[in-house]
């Protein structure tokens, strides 16, 4: 009998590693960084020039919430050092957070935005009349995330995902107990090691059935995470936090939280920073000059922005500890809902190499049947190289039906 190929009806590919202001999905340890890397890079310097975002916060990188929290912190540096004139570079959720809290002291404030949009690494698209999001779609560590609690107060839905119990299949076989192999590797891995080093040792003392095992928990709990291969991370990023906090996603899209965020402030979109002159007692940013800068662009571009003078040793050191990590997200629709029903919404497909490892149901939340895949590090160069966002579209709608194939149905 013939396969029957399931074919969306509407699909969005996001580029975030080739955006220009992006350059990748979220901050990394590279080897040998470690968290005082990320406190480094933020320091004040003069009182007139911080850098701020979620690279920068050592308790909650790569997160929303971590880059709004830092905001804050670059904002009370600026009031701090006394500036009556700050300008923002980025309307990220740090850049927003900063000039919130500048604003309402009464601080002259401008945001620079190079993108024509606010929201930096959060963007909500529209997919078949359903909202999807590109970038974030979970508030993390909901209880204690301030963005949760405004999304709270404006009566925005909120829907949480059981990350424990996902709805999973491997590629080659039976699935193995992936979670008892990762907790086996993060006990025994011999942390005076690289990264790769240690895992390498790690990986030879193990019999092929474990290997298998302990390689999907590296795909899936490592590199989908810090969204690196393991040979360009740190071990420090073993500890770094990811998913799974009593999470919660917008089905009305991160937007609508940003444009609440936004509110009242003076924006200018469209406006590339490429110059920043700290060198006498104000800041000249491109042809501005103002008392305090607040710079929140993400590690990538920062590396290729012009200081003037240069940024610091202890910067520089940061800078070159930090990476930016690679992640990509599908997202199809189709006429119906033809992959197996998971009450999480949460799905997980080991494959060899790793591929789409990730998937999140969001039919139920946005009431049309959408499934939106996750894609990280190397594998998103054997996926998306000399293909078309269609072939993309089509590549992973095929990978989602193999693991439709092995999921084994649970009692
Ligand atoms: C696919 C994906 C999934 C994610 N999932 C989650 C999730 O579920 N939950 C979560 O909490 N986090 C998630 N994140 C991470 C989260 O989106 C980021 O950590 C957070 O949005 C970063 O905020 P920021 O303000 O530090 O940086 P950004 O949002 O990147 O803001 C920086 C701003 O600076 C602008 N800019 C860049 N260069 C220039 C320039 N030269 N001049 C002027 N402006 C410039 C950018 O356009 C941008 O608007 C995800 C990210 C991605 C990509």
Wanted: glycine residues 8%; negative net charge; proline residues 5%.
């Amino acid at each position: 009998m013939e396969k029957r190929v399931h074919r969306p009806t509407a699909w969005h590919v996001t580029h975030w590693s080739s955006d220009p202001f992006s350059l990748g999905a979220y901050s990394a340890l590279l080897p040998g960084g470690t968290p005082q890397h990320r406190t480094a890079l933020g320091q004040v310097l003069h009182e007139r020039l911080v850098i701020a975002g979620e690279a920068c916060n050592a308790g909650a990188p790569a997160m929303t919430h971590g880059a709004w929290n830092d905001g804050l912190r670059a904002a009370e540096a600026a009031l701090s050092a006394g500036a009556r004139k700050v300008i923002v570079i980025g309307a990220g959720c740090a850049g927003l957070a900063a000039a919130q809290r500048l604003r309402a002291e009464g601080i002259d404030c401008t945001v620079l935005e190079a993108r024509g949009r606010t929201g930096g690494r959060t963007h909500t698209v529209e997919l078949g009349g359903v909202k999807a999001d590109e970038g974030a779609a979970w508030l993390q560590h909901f209880a204690e995330n301030p963005l949760a609690a405004v999304a709270l107060q404006h009566g925005l839905a909120c829907i949480e995902t059981d990350f424990s119990c996902p709805l999973a299949a491997a590629s080659d076989g039976d699935l193995p107990d992936v979670d008892a192999a990762w907790i086996a590797l993060t006990k025994r891995l011999d942390r005076r090691l690289t990264l790769a080093e240690a895992i390498n040792r790690y990986m030879v003392t193990l019999e092929p059935a474990h290997a298998r095992a302990t390689q999907f928990a590296i795909d899936a709990n490592l590199v989908l995470e810090a969204c690196l291969p393991v040979e360009r991370l740190s071990v420090s990023a073993l500890d770094e936090e990811g998913v799974g906090y009593g999470d919660r996603m917008l089905p009305g899209g991160y937007s609508e939280l940003v444009d609440l965020l936004a509110k009242r402030l003076d924006i200018r979109l469209n406006t590339p920073v490429m110059r920043i002159d700290w060198s006498s007692t104000g800041v000249k940013v491109n042809d501005e000059v103002c008392d305090f800068c607040i710079c929140t662009v993400p590690v990538g571009v920062l590396k290729a922005l012009h200081f003037t003078p240069a940024l610091p040793e202890t910067q520089q050191q940061a800078l070159a500890h930090l990476g930016m990590g690679k992640l990509e997200k599908v997202i199809l629709q189709f006429d119906g809902r033809w992959w197996p029903y998971s009450r999480s919404g949460y799905l997980r497909w080991y494959d060899q190499p790793a591929s789409w490892g990730e998937w999140l149901d969001l039919t139920d939340a946005v009431g049309k049947p959408t499934i939106a895949g996750l894609i990280a590090a190397d594998a998103i160069e054997r996926q998306f190289s000399g293909r078309t966002d269609e072939q993309i579209a089509m590549a992973a709608t095929e990978a989602l039906q193999a693991w439709a194939a092995a999921i084994r149905p649970t009692p």
